[in-house]
């Protein structure tokens, strides 16, 4: 079945470093693919997301682009803040299923000053 | 931007008894919403998916009779806990697909703790 892997955490950064949290993909046919953002006691929200083959997502600074022939979402930025701890979540939604998400187990970013 | 809500945000129960978690979609209308539970450093468990006036469709090994989901509106969606006990403890996230962008938006989430 489709499924997500993403990089175990936690990842620990100095501000203004570069990051980058791997997400790769096994899927049927050609899913979505998006990250998810949780900060600390928040609700889950969208950080994220591309629909087809070469699309890059971008938002607040980061960015990850669909990258189907090596069937990866990778998460970069180019320096982070201290601002930016959280835990982010890679998912893709198969059109196969009912808009069911996928997840990957969540990578806890700690950005140190 | 659209905007889920759930209630309570944290609850406190004795074991045997049932926990109610509402979620609103509070500025769209949901075709679809989810129920998630993450177990601490662990990513989300899909519970079941409900569609506004139809059963709940649960995914394997979620007890429906112990999880009752009521999916009652287009804004409005409870988990019922029912008979509580300690290994329910866990945090609870409710998402509902729709609105302009058909996207999945998240609740904050609600923390449960059955003593």
């Known amino acids: 079945g489709d499924s997500v892997t993403q990089m175990e955490g936690p990842v620990t950064l100095s501000e203004e470093a570069f990051l980058t949290i791997n997400c790769t993909y096994t899927?049927?046919?050609?899913?979505?693919l998006f990250w998810y953002v949780q900060y600390p006691g928040e609700g889950l929200q969208l950080l994220l997301k591309?629909?087809?083959a070469d699309d890059k997502g971008s938002n607040k600074g980061f960015e990850a682009t669909y990258r189907k022939e090596t069937t990866s979402f990778h998460l970069e930025k180019g320096s982070v803040q201290v601002s930016d701890s959280a835990v982010y979540f890679c998912?893709?939604?198969?059109?196969?299923?009912?808009?069911?998400?996928?997840w990957g187990a969540g990578t806890k970013l700690i950005i140190k000053p | 931007g659209a905007v889920v809500s759930q209630h309570p945000s944290w609850v406190i129960c004795k074991s045997g008894t049932s926990v109610k978690i509402e979620c609103r979609s509070l500025?769209?209308?949901?075709?679809?919403m989810f129920w998630y539970r993450q177990f601490p450093k662990q990513s989300l468990m899909l519970m079941a998916t409900?569609?506004?006036?139809?059963?709940?469709?649960?995914e394997q090994g979620v007890e429906k009779d112990k999880f009752l989901i009521n999916h009652a509106s287009l804004t409005l969606s409870t988990l019922t806990v029912t008979s509580a006990h300690p290994e329910d403890s866990s945090f609870y996230i409710c998402?509902?697909?729709?609105?302009?962008?058909?996207?999945?938006?998240f609740g904050p989430g609600t923390r449960l703790t059955v003593l």
């Open positions: 998402s509902a697909r729709g609105g302009s962008l058909d996207t999945q938006y």
């Open positions: 500025d769209f209308q949901a075709t679809t």
């Open positions: 409900s569609n506004e006036g139809s059963k709940a469709t649960y």
């Open positions: 899927a049927t046919g050609y899913p979505s």
């Open positions: 591309a629909t087809k």
């Open positions: 998912a893709l939604r198969s059109p196969d299923s009912n808009y069911q998400l996928i």
